[in-house]
């Protein structure tokens, strides 16, 4: 099992150093079976079988790649008691190897310990077997890599990157700890910092997974797509069931204009981590992007499924319904997605007008008002704010609101002469000469809405259908009072 860690991209998961330590696992055990803790000078020669006093690694190892971490480190345990000095004997012997970690054990066998126990998240049992091997040899580069990645599991990033510059000037050719620091120069924001670490990671094992993999993010944050993508295309080598290379080989692949090509790289990586939300949301904006709406909107779905509180699930769910005209469902992802963040400015105005367009006057007065703190200057929200109040015959409160925005109205506009009119409805003739001198056919085909609207709360329905259906046949285009002309004759009409 290769090394795999990520970092870059914050949507997708943050896979510490801890996982650094998989393949570390596998490189002590087949250390141990040939004779030597990875690290040393030399190496024994591979055996042609297993000897018998060895047989015990090889179990290990085999529960290490079955990722059975405690039945690994029960078997470690064993061997521990098993090499404890006879009593009177010498600490620096035990099981007739060196100890060197001043616990009367090989030293071999407490780093995997160590790394065992953080792989199983007993992170105080490892630190204390760590600390048992630095308190004999302060040196001791292994060592040193577990405390520094438990020192960032604690959040001491600091302290976590002093440590790995230790051992990487104990042992300049660590490729854990060079690709740690350029793991954390990157998610720091220091892309040539990374760059020079991840570079001389390779240097010091060509096939590191992380160091591949953080180099082609970083030409991916640059847009050099053509570098990007053939670093990703390495990473995929090296590693082709770690699902999130997928998805920036994908961005990559993409900006080349192979979208294709992306969709594939998308879809392995869902194959890889089903329940992954991203993955999802990654190639369902890409199907957006490829006018494959259908297939988009599936993906946003399974993508809400898998995380009812997913908010861009639901905004592309309610953009998508809105746009397609299927209102109900729209309202609900909008009212999903407020849920979720009541303060995202985008949503107020569909909602104000779903609202509207089902008659919930109150709640469309309410977003009416939300969407013009989004749009300050934009003063036809208030307007429907006071219709909608009206509506809902909360008259009061419709004179209130309609009194205060006049008062922020610039006095020249059409808003203020429409506001003047419904404060003073008698007057509609006064504002049929100032609608006539108007020669933004658009302005006119607006005002007449509001004034419908309010015929429509005086009752006079004959009134009001006649001038939504001169809005509605308008030749101005889709605009905000025109759809809700079209719904309030459709809602007269009884075909709501």
Known sequence: MSRSSQAGKPSAPTLGPTLLLVAALTVILTAALLGGCAGMAERERVPETVPEERTLYEQIRLHVER?????????VEEALAESQPASGE?????????????????????????????????????????????????????????????????????????????????????????????????????????????????EADPRDFPATL??????????????????????????????????????AKARLGRSGDAVADYSRAVELAPDYVWNYLDRGRLYLRMGLKDKAEGDFTRAAQIDRDNFLAYVYLAGLTYEQERWKESLEHYRRVVALREDYPHAYKPLAVLNYRFGHWREAARWFSRAREAEPRNFA?????????????????????????????????WWYEVARYLLHPQYESSLFSMQSRRRDRLIRSKMSFYVATQHLVEEHRRTAAAMFTEVVHSDTGMYMEKRLAAWELQRMEGKR
Not at 226 to 248: G, H, K
Request: aromatic letters at 6%.
């Open 90 to 202: 010498a600490a620096e012997t035990a099981a007739g190897q060196p100890a060197g970690d001043g616990g009367g054990f090989p030293l071999e066998m407490r780093l995997l310990y160590a790394r065992l126990l953080l792989q199983a998240e007993r992170c105080n049992e490892a630190r204390r077997q760590v600390m048992l091997i630095l308190d004999r040899r302060p040196d001791q580069s292994e060592a040193l890599f577990i405390l520094a990645v438990l020192e960032g599991r604690d959040g001491n990033t600091e302290r976590q990157r002093e440590l790995l510059e230790r051992v990487v000037a104990l042992d300049p050719d660590h490729a854990d700890a060079l690709s740690a620091l350029g793991r954390l120069s990157l998610e720091g924001g220091d892309l040539d910092g990374a760059e020079r670490w991840f570079s001389r990671t390779l």
């Open 67 to 75: 990722l059975e971490l405690e039945e690994a480190i029960a078997k």
């Open 381 to 413: 929200y208030p307007l429907m704010a006071v219709l909608a109040l009206r509506r809902a015959d909360a008259h009061e409160q419709a004179e209130r609101a309609l009194e205060s925005a006049m008062r922020e109205m610039p006095r020249e506009s």
């Open 214 to 251: 953080g180099l082609g993010r970083i030409h991916l944050a640059r847009k050099n797509y053509e570098q990007a993508l053939s670093m990703l295309d390495r990473a995929v080598s090296i590693e082709p069931e770690y699902p999130f290379v997928y998805p920036d080989r994908a961005r």
